[in-house]
Nanobody, 124 residues
Framework: QVTLVESGGGSVQTGGSLRLSCAVS????????MGWFRQAPGKEREGVAA???????NYADSVKGRFTISRDIAKNTLYLEMNSLKPEDTAMYYC??????????????????WGQGTQVTVSS
């Protein structure tokens, strides 16, 4: 059974940092393209960052230069390091997997597996 479990969310002030983790099981993590998505109240789920089999990364313009996606194959864990956080980053953040190999898609339609989400709240 495929499971993705996010952790690391919380409440921070503007300019703060958080590191999200996604523990993955049930898939071949080493060759899986994965991503982070977020959804704020009243808005659709949007792609934040994605990483492909060769660790090439793709970022939404809104987070480029502030967020970094990475993976630790030995730990079967995906990470999202978030720096210089803004109130507009407030959302439920979801880990996603199962996109085609060697892709970095930010469209949620390409992903087959989803975690339950972890809340990130940024206040001013």
């Amino acid at each position: 059974q495929v499971t993705l479990v996010e952790s690391g969310g919380g409440s921070v002030q503007t300019g703060g940092s958080l590191r999200l983790s996604c523990a993955v099981s049930g898939i071949t993590f080493r060759i899986s393209s994965m991503g982070w998505f977020r959804q704020a109240p009243g808005k659709e789920r949007e792609g934040v960052a994605a990483i492909s089999e060769d660790d090439s990364a793709n970022y939404a313009d809104s987070v480029k230069g502030r967020f970094t996606i990475s993976r630790d194959i030995a730990k079967n864990t995906l990470y999202l390091e978030m720096n210089s956080l803004k109130p507009e980053d407030t959302a439920m953040y979801y880990c996603a997997g199962g996109a085609p190999r060697w892709t970095q898609y930010l469209n949620k339609g390409w992903y087959s597996y989803w975690g339950q989400g972890t809340q990130v709240t940024v206040s001013s």
